[in-house]
């Protein structure tokens, strides 16, 4: 498309060069010569040095032949003037920045429909950012009473595993907020479908009114607690894990409660190789299969078993990817588990920490010996 711009400074120039890299014909209207020049040097935009409330100038950028004009001006009575010049001499899409919302019945009187109101913007993402720091971005849409955000579903929360059509069945979860798109951990974005599945770490955008938002980042994110019974079980499991044996009991117990249950469909991957390790996992029921880079499977982990832990203690990536192999329940136990109790006795964490280095140098001489029996998922 053609786009003329009135205004080539910050904001001006920033939209100039996204709108070049998309391919677009575009023309910048400026009156500072020094700006101009840099504009054409560095972006690679045509430039008209000149006064853009002026009908010459504006008839020197071409904009009667036009597609788009965008008003980017210092201040609102000057992009007035050009929004007006425009409506006169052109039939170009006319999009306009306004600073002073006092002037909103005057662009509109002009013509103006598409608005940005600056303040506006910038409060909304302010106000969303104190309110929902889970929220990583933000855009209020119609007036401020509908927001677009994007959240990151945490590593325990209970939705993971979980499909876009199950979550929007479950109660409690807003009806009017909609899954906009799917983006994983690699910056892949995915139109979500009611069959996609929604993964540990990737991020959501979503769609909501203003006063469902806090409902929605708190069901996408909430952790279910383990039950009692399930606790127990789950730290005589844990009890198995040389590091843990300085472990008290009641320390052990602790850290099971703390676990989190994941319940997940085949075919979910939990961690990818490369991967930062904050989490590992005791499976409870069903398997999960340990792949190499080319994704073979190179380990299987069944009922009762566990992985991902030395990727969560010595803070090395992970060296596999973790895929569940049939429908699993899994037990999460993330870093923050542990925190508390070495805190609270640094005996024990010395303790841990001599084990663990015993353990990994036992490994890397069994990993010399034959490469076949590396620490795939570890």
């Known amino acids: 498309m053609k786009i003329v711009i009135a205004g080539g400074g910050r904001v001006g120039g920033a939209l100039a060069a996204r709108l070049v890299s998309e391919q677009h014909t575009v023309t910048v209207i400026e009156r500072d010569a020094g700006i101009c020049a840099r504009l054409f040097e560095e972006v690679g935009v045509v430039t008209v040095c000149g006064d853009a409330t002026n009908p010459r100038v504006l008839e020197a950028a071409g904009i009667g032949t036009a597609d788009v004009a ?8 000057a992009n007035l003037a050009f929004a007006m010049l425009v409506r006169a001499t052109s039939s170009a899409r006319l999009m306009v920045r306004m600073l002073d919302t006092n002037y909103r019945d005057a662009y509109r009187l002009a013509g103006v429909k598409e608005l940005v109101a600056e303040a506006d913007v910038v409060v909304a993402k302010m106000t969303t950012a104190i309110d929902f720091p889970q929220v990583s ?12 955000f994007e959240l990151a579903i945490p590593v325990r929360a209970r939705v993971a595993g979980q499909t876009v059509a199950q979550v929007r069945g479950m109660e409690g979860f807003p009806r009017e907020c909609i899954f906009i798109a799917l983006v994983d951990p690699q910056g892949h974005t995915a139109l979500p479908e009611g069959n996609t599945v929604l993964k540990a770490g990737h991020n959501v955008i979503l769609v909501a009114r203003r006063t469902q938002v806090a409902q929605a980042v708190e069901f996408l994110t909430s952790e279910p607690p383990l039950g009692a019974g399930l606790a127990s079980s789950l730290a005589t499991t844990l009890r198995k894990l040389d590091f843990l044996a300085p472990l008290s009991d009641d320390e052990l117990e602790a850290v099971a409660r703390g676990a989190e249950l994941l319940q997940t469909p085949a075919g979910t991957e939990l961690f990818r190789q490369g991967d930062a390790g904050e989490t590992f996992y005791v499976v409870i029921s069903g398997e999960v299969a340990m792949k190499d880079g080319s994704r073979q499977t190179v380990a299987t982990v069944k009922q009762g078993g566990f992985f991902g832990e030395l990727a969560l203690l010595t803070g090395e990536p992970r060296n596999a990817t973790a895929v569940t192999a049939t429908p699993c329940e899994l037990a999460a136990v993330g870093r923050e588990d542990f925190r508390g109790v070495m805190m609270a006795n640094p005996a024990v964490a010395l303790e841990m920490s001599r084990i663990l280095g015993q353990r990994l140098s036992r490994l890397g001489g069994q990993a010399q010996q034959t490469k076949r029996r590396g620490l795939f998922g570890r």
């Open 70 to 77: 965008a008003a980017v001006l210092a201040h609102d009575p």
């Open 137 to 148: 971005g933000s855009l209020p849409l119609s007036s401020g009473d509908a927001l677009l």
